[in-house]
């Protein structure tokens, strides 16, 4: 690809330090780059190999609180106490995510001395927004890695993981969920938000922390297409959806996985938790106990977690365990996906026309597996830890029953319309453009660690 004449424009990339959150956005940094964009990021220590791979400069956590690996439970000691979706996520919230904002802006600061970026591409997760738009006044661009957050009138509550009702009853239930969860359920995040964003001079309306970051930024570039969202005739202006936004590819020829048994089995089930789930007793053995020595091929990838173990409990000859196998090359010969309900998994799933079964609450995929369910592209067993005979069962329906795979197919064809790295590269160029360029004097910007 030719380089344009944007050059001159600096980029900052930040990321909440999560796969989910920095994985979507390599396709964009790299288009940027291949327009001759200067793009950095800031983000955690764990993800300097990729950046170093993808030749794209690297700033560091320095203030603000490094997660390690993923291993939020580590830096986070109180987060093992919280069992319940809704404890763990208002644990969360504040922990991991409100009060690491003046962190971050602490850190950019230091960096905008080094790296006078012009505009801001963060995931929709990234506290740091709203200093960098009204502290520092610099265009924010936001990526949508998951679900849409915003508050709707015709939608229940976010974060709870509930389908909508479009009936008039249904609508005056939501009104009531919503003004509860935010006055009451979420009422603490939500105190320590306003206190902080007071604290730092940055004005605010008293929004939930659902609401807020995508107030704040200029624009949100929302993975995923209207198709896998629930409608609302509310829709805030400044969101677009851009198709599903999923990890950068190099596009070389890489050395092909296969095992001869995908090609000796009627049905095959793709089975995976991600990286970040250790667990394996969660999803994992459930499903490798629902068909062992059954006439489905499971193929199960752990992203590490305890694979040789997982190997010597299930010798079966219909079994196959690996740490990784790459999705492109095991997906176009399964009949169906298991999974803890990833978004980049489920787009990838859906991408490949696989009927899914999902079964995860935390992290947000409550939200996701909801809309699975509700669209009727496989089925939501709506639990963190699913029985064997749940999994089986809801294979056969899914692997039997037309209507998944007819809607997924849909879906599918829906997301090939978009180009994403290129569609979000020219709302990207099209806000620089319109934005009258200004120099910050960071010593006049002060920061406020909370």
Known sequence: MKKNNQSGKRILFASFPADGHFNPLTGIAMQLVALGYDVRWYTSNSYAPRL?????????????????????????????????????????????FILRAPEYYADILQIYRDFPFDLMVADA???????????????VVAIGVFPLTASSKDLPPSGLGMTPSY???????????????????????????????????????HESIFDLLLQKCDILLQ??????????????????????LLPYSTGRQHE?????????????????Q????????????????????????????????????????????????????PFNDVMPYADAYITN?????????????????????????NEICARVGYFKLGINLKTEK????????????????????KNVHALAGEFAQYQPAELCAAHITDLLQSTTPRKINVNLVTEKVY
């Not at 938000?193 to 940055?202: K, V």
């Not at 969660?282 to 006439?295: R, W």
Request: glycine share 8%.
């Open 52 to 96: 170093k791979k993808l030749q794209i400069p690297h700033y560091p956590f320095k203030k603000a609180i490094d997660v390690s690996d993923g291993d939020f439970d580590a830096v986070f000691p109180g987060r093992k106490k919280k069992t319940s979706s809704i404890s763990k996520l208002k644990f969360d919230l504040v922990h991991a």
């Open 125 to 139: 997760a990234f506290t740091g927004i709203p200093f960098v738009k009204d502290r520092m006044r610099i265009p």
């Open 167 to 205: 009936s008039i009853a249904g609508k005056i239930r939501q009104a009531v969920l919503r003004a509860f969860t935010n006055r009451v359920l979420f009422n603490g995040p939500n105190k320590v938000m306003h206190r902080m964003l007071d604290d730092n001079g940055i004005r605010h309306q």
């Open 223 to 244: 993975s995923g297409s209207p198709g896998f969202e629930y409608s609302r005739s509310d829709m805030p202006s400044n969101i677009h959806f851009t198709g599903p």
């Open 256 to 272: 092909q996985w296969f095992d001869e048994r995908l090609n000796q089995y009627k049905r095959v089930v793709l089975v995976t």
């Open 274 to 325: 991600g990286t970040v789930e250790k667990n394996i007793h969660k999803i994992i053995v459930p499903a490798l106990e629902a068909f062992k020595n059954s006439q489905t091929l499971v193929v199960c990838t752990t992203g590490g977690s305890k694979t040789a173990e997982l190997q010597k409990l299930y010798p079966q000859s219909n079994i196959i365990i690996e740490d990784f196998i």
């Open 341 to 365: 309900g990833g978004f980049g998994g489920v787009m990838m799933g859906i991408e490949n026309n696989l009927p899914l079964v999902v079964a995860g609450l935390h992290e947000g995929k």
């Open 386 to 405: 699913p029985l064997p005979r749940q999994i089986r069962k809801a294979v056969d329906e899914v692997t039997t029953n037309p209507v998944y795979r």
